[in-house]
């Protein structure tokens, strides 16, 4: 069965998780502190990661964030009753997919693991991508995760910001909805009303533009979603 591992030092919390997932086949790891988590993770190498975020020993921003440093695909969601804007943009600058606020209902986390779970990792669907992508004075190398200015800058993109950037470039000059963005980004049935797809998009113009506030390379359509412009 598929393992998941979940870290909340809240024990009805945790156990409540750990009910929902195995009702659906999954095999829960539980633990109960960010330590914990780091040590699970590195036995037993888990297909999906719920992190809480305030917990002892160390907090699930700073176990994200040592993930991320010798695993770029693993997904990792959120699932914490902070609900800052801050702490959103924080843990997906982390490179968390998803942030989950509690309480929620066993309909809605199982719908986030399974989108998490279903869509193809981002690294293998970047196989069969170009080796070099432009984006403005930009081009993106899917299969490095990294991008070049024109200036000779460089910086790094997660898999999502991938298969984002990808996704506006194949429909340059188009304006892409929401749910196309969310279905090819996230997977099918991936709740709507979930901002990440709006602090992704927040995230990548901090990267990629020269000025995020009046972005020129990914514009916003009222109503509908994004669009690149091709110059």
């Known amino acids: 069965m598929m393992k998941v591992l979940i870290a909340d030092d809240d024990p009805i919390t945790l156990e409540a998780?750990?009910?929902c997932l195995v009702s659906e086949g999954f095999t829960p790891l539980p633990a109960r502190n960010g330590e914990e988590a780091l040590q699970l993770y590195q036995q037993h190498h888990p297909a999906l990661i719920c992190l809480d975020i305030m917990m002892p020993?160390?907090?699930g921003f700073e176990v994200c964030k040592r993930i991320r440093k010798q695993d770029a695909h693993t997904?990792?969601?959120f699932l914490s009753a902070k609900n800052e804007?801050?702490?959103v943009v924080v843990g997906l600058e982390l490179g968390a997919d998803d942030f989950v606020r509690k309480p929620f209902g066993k309909r809605e986390l199982l719908a986030r693991v399974r989108a998490a779970l279903r869509r193809p990792a981002?690294?293998?669907s970047t196989s069969s991508q170009p080796d070099r992508i432009p984006f403005g004075p930009w081009h993106f190398f899917p299969k490095q995760l990294?991008?070049?200015h024109e200036d000779g800058r460089e910086i790094e993109l997660s898999p999502r910001e991938v298969?984002?950037?990808a996704c506006l470039h194949e429909r340059a000059g188009e304006a892409v909805h929401r749910d196309t963005l969310l279905e090819q980004c996230w997977g099918l049935d991936y709740y709507p009303e979930s901002r990440t797809l709006d602090q992704h998009i927040a995230k990548l113009r901090k990267k990629i533009e020269r000025d995020p506030a009046d972005p020129q390379l990914i514009e916003t359509i009222r109503g509908v979603g994004y669009r690149h412009r091709n110059h």
């Open 17 to 19: 998780v750990e009910t």
């Open 57 to 59: 020993v160390l907090d």
């Open 75 to 77: 997904p990792v969601l």
């Open 85 to 87: 804007e801050i702490d």
């Open 122 to 124: 981002t690294a293998s």
């Open 146 to 148: 990294r991008a070049t």
């Open 163 to 165: 298969t984002l950037l």
